[in-house]
Every structure is written in C-alpha cells, then in structure tokens.
C-alpha cells in the first residue's frame, strides 16, 4: 500500500472531502426529479426551484471545487485511505491492486468530488474492499450525481424564470 502515494510520514495522509455537499447533493437530485417529473408549474414547485437556488448559493465555491478535476496525487490519496479502512484484506497484492485500482478509476476523469464520494459510499456500506469494477461502478455514479447536480445549478436561473413566467401567465 506505501507505493500507492507517498505520505510524507508515520500517519494518514489529509485529504479534502466534500462531506458537507452530501445534504446539498441530496437536495439538488430531489428538486431536478421534481422538475423533470412534473406535468405543469406550480408554486410550490418554484418554491423548491428557489430553495435550490438559495442551497446553490450558499455552497457555490463547494460545489465548483467538487467539480474540478481531481489531480492523480488526491485520487492516489483517497484510494490509499480507501485501502486502509480495511486492515484485514490481505496485503499480498495491494501494491499490483492499489496501481491498477488508480490507474482504472483515474481513466473514468473523475472529478474531486467524485472520488470522494465514492470512496466515503464504499467505506460506509460495504466491509470488504471493492473490486476494481465496483469502485468504477461508484465513481461513475458520483460523478453522474455530480455532473447533473451541476449541470441543473447552472440552469436554474433560467428555469426559475420560465417556470414563474408560466404560472403569471393565464
């Protein structure tokens, strides 16, 4: 696991994480369902469309670093402490696995709220360290949650002034 990322010393390296974004993620997919699943505008729809604003907003630098290209040595880094949230795994072939799991993963570009994502779900749901097609499959799905998540943000502004334009509208 050592020739995965150098850590500079005897403990875990500090990575960033977005864990405070988990809320606002949660939040965004749920008012984005709403919108794409609603027949017509109606207010309490813009009231949702406008908490989403307001949640924006407030997490705006957050949600821009999250979705910045994360850099090989962060990926490195959290895949490393990925690896160490199960002692138990047997270490024969960390190194071989520790160098395909980044490069694989790195090959999806990710983004730095992604990886964090994902790693932080596989800690919390699973006991045994993922199969590299696994951690793939929850990369791509934070990054899916995060891409749309960010793509919506970007959008609300103007659906908002549809969607009120809509229901003044007769």
Known sequence: MGDLVESGGGGL?????????????GELDAVRTAVATAYEPTAGLLVQ????LATSRQ???????????VPRGVLALHL????????????QNAKAYGRLLREDVLSL?????????ACRRWRRKSRFLPAIAEMMDEVRSAQSQIEGAVEFVRRLPALR????SKISSP
């Open 13 to 25: 390296p500090e990575v960033r994480t977005f864990e405070r974004l988990d809320r606002a993620w």
């Open 49 to 52: 469309i406008d908490q989403a």
């Open 59 to 69: 997490h705006a630098s957050e949600i821009a670093d999250a979705a910045e290209p």
């Open 80 to 91: 490393t402490l990925l690896m160490s949230a199960y002692p138990n795994s047997g270490q």
């Open 109 to 117: 570009e990710p983004v730095a709220g992604a990886i964090d994502l």
């Open 161 to 164: 002034a549809e969607m009120a």
